[in-house]
Nanobody, 120 residues
């Protein structure tokens, strides 16, 4: 059984910052790519940022230069530092990970989501 648990969401004013964290736990052999996605009301879920086990990153154009993704392989965690937040960043943010489980199958997992609201 594998779980991804996010934390760090909340309400912030435009121009402010938030840091999201996600911890993977359970029967984990290793974790490949980890990432963050978001879904705003009435919109499809979209990629925000991903990071490989080796540290290569990929960002949506809309967040480049404002958001930074990082991970700690020893702790099975991934974080998203969000700066210069704008109202358009308001969404539920989901953690995602490709995880090798003891059967050596690679499976994709999602967290439960954390709400980020950017408003004055």
């Amino acid at each position: 059984q594998v779980q991804l648990v996010e934390s760090g969401g909340g309400l912030v004013q435009p121009g402010g910052s938030l840091r999201l964290s996600c911890a993977a736990s359970g029967s984990i052999v290793s974790i490949n790519t980890m990432g963050w996605y978001r879904q705003a009301p009435g919109k499809q879920r979209e990629l925000v940022a991903t990071i490989t086990r080796g540290g290569s990153t990929n960002y949506a154009d809309s967040v480049k230069g404002r958001f930074t993704i990082s991970r700690d392989n020893a702790k099975n965690t991934v974080a998203l530092q969000m700066n210069s937040l704008i109202p358009e960043d308001t969404a539920v943010y989901y953690c995602n990970a490709d995880i090798y489980i003891p059967s050596l199958h690679l499976r994709n997992y999602w967290g439960q989501g954390t709400q980020v609201t950017v408003s004055s």
